[in-house]
């Protein structure tokens, strides 16, 4: 079975950054496509970015292209969000999830992490 650590959430100022964190364990290949959700309050879940672990290919969502960046190291099972010139905007709990193909992990359908809260204040 998947299982996935989430770390890092914080509350930060805008403008500023983070990194989250989340640690992969179980069958590689039921998470061959690592990614961050995000939901905010009042507001559908949104797709954030995802990673094809077996050679680094990324994908994100046009809100956060160019401010944030989705990283791996595959020795220790980690898989990175560094998001930079946060917004008020990108507060929301962000979830760490898993999948099997590209079109499972853009539409989450595979294992999730507990979540993070991630708050940026204006």
């Known amino acids: 079975q998947v299982q996935l650590k989430e770390s890092g959430g914080d509350s930060v100022q805008a403008g500023g950054s983070l990194r989250l964190s989340c640690v992969a364990s179980?069958?590689?290949?039921?998470?061959?496509?690592m990614g961050w959700f995000r939901q905010a309050p009042g507001k559908q879940r949104e797709w954030v970015a995802n990673?094809?672990?077996?050679?680094?290919?990324?994908t994100y969502a046009n809100s956060v292209k160019g401010r944030f960046t989705i990283s791996q190291d595959r020795a220790l099972n980690t898989v990175y969000l560094q998001m930079t010139n946060l917004r008020s905007e990108d507060t929301a709990m962000y979830y760490c999830?898993?999948?099997?193909?590209?079109?499972?992990?853009?539409?989450?359908?595979?294992?999730w992490g507990q979540g993070t809260q991630v708050t940026v204040s204006s």
């Open positions: 179980g069958d590689s290949d039921s998470r061959k496509y």
């Open positions: 999830a898993a999948a099997r193909t590209f079109t499972d992990a853009t539409r989450g359908r595979g294992t």
């Open positions: 990673i094809y672990t077996e050679l680094g290919t990324t």
